[in-house]
């Protein structure tokens, strides 16, 4: 049982370039996260999807997408990266309901130069 | 929106002796808190969590304490370890998504 895995756990973008960070979780949750983490900063949430077919912006999406590829795989892309976009991000998954524990991968850290 | 803030930015600890991390809530409807422990490099891993209809819940070593009163979320490490130095954030749950805080350095002492 892997729990949420990550990758790439580490990338360096040029400014305009694009990538996918990619999230998958073998737990059966129906919801799943992105966040990022600036120093300083809690959490911030950039997308979600309460269950598979669907997605909604969290705090911080501008220059973001989402795709919930299955139940298990949740994707977060960056179509033209900026350095304001340089953080470390953390997927997360959990059970949707009143109790909603959220578990973490061991996150992304993206540098865009 | 509402926040979820950490009296004290760091806390250092002898080795052995007790932790006490303290939060403090601004949300009343949050009905559903987590203590979370980041190590560096690493991502935030549950450690407990309580409901609101709690006051108190203990896990290993550790007990979380709500006090709804005063919007104030506290956890607490027994016998404090060197594994235990770690990042400690609390999150609430309002309204189907949690809120974060930024966070409390634990370092513990030899």
């Not at chain 1, 949750?29 to 983490?37: I, L, P, T, V």
């Not at chain 1, 269950?51 to 909604?56: I, L, N, P, Q, V």
């Not at chain 1, 973001?64 to 470390?88: D, G, I, M």
Request: with cysteine; charged share 20%; hydrophobic share 30%.
């Amino acid at each position: 049982n892997a729990g949420v895995t990550q990758t790439p756990k580490f990338q360096v973008l040029k400014t305009g370039q694009s990538m996918t960070l990619q999230c998958a979780q073998d737990m059966n949750h129906n919801s799943m996260y992105w966040y990022r983490q600036d120093p300083g900063m809690g959490l911030r949430l950039i997308y979600y999807s309460a269950s598979e077919g669907t997605t909604d912006k969290g705090e911080v999406p501008n220059g973001y997408n989402v795709s919930r590829l299955n139940k298990r795989e949740f994707s977060l892309r960056l179509e033209s990266a900026a350095p304001s976009q340089t953080s470390v991000y953390f997927c997360a998954s959990g059970f949707t309901g009143a109790k909603e524990t959220q578990y973490f991968g061991p996150g992304t850290r993206l540098l865009v130069l | 929106g509402e926040s979820v803030g950490l009296h004290l930015p760091t806390l250092s600890v002898q080795e052995g002796d007790n932790s006490i991390i303290n939060c403090a809530y601004s949300n009343s409807a949050s009905d559903y808190f987590i203590w979370y422990k980041q190590e560096s490099g690493k991502g935030p891993q549950f450690i407990i969590d309580i409901r609101s209809n709690m006051d108190k819940r203990q896990g290993q070593r550790v007990t979380v304490l709500l006090n709804k009163t005063v919007k104030h979320l506290s956890l607490q490490i027994a016998a404090t370890q060197p594994g235990d130095s770690a990042v400690y954030f609390c999150a609430e749950k309002g309204n189907e998504k949690l809120t974060f805080g930024t966070g409390t350095r634990l370092t513990i002492i030899p």
